[in-house]
């Protein structure tokens, strides 16, 4: 059975557009930026997906977002 593609998350300085694909570790999506005006493809891994190599791999600016189950209308990551 498929998974659902997560929501798009809030970008500060971005908006969603529109998503690209989802796969078995994340989903990724269109976004545009508002200045400059450019558009790019941001891929949000699914916490599972995460582990202490991946973190090792990405660095620091890695972002994690909680679980579909976990998330409120209120919630914005901090970017």
Request: aromatic share 6%.
């Amino acid at each position: 059975m498929a998974r659902h593609l997560s929501p798009p998350q809030a970008i500060g300085g971005y908006s969603d557009v529109r998503p690209l694909g989802t796969g078995g570790f994340a989903d990724v999506f269109l976004y545009e930026q508002d200045m400059p005006c450019r558009v790019a493809a941001v891929k949000v891994l699914l916490a599972p997906a995460v582990n202490p190599e991946v973190r090792r791999t990405l660095g620091p600016g890695l972002r994690c977002s909680p679980p579909v189950s976990e998330m409120r209308s209120h919630h914005e990551p901090s970017f």
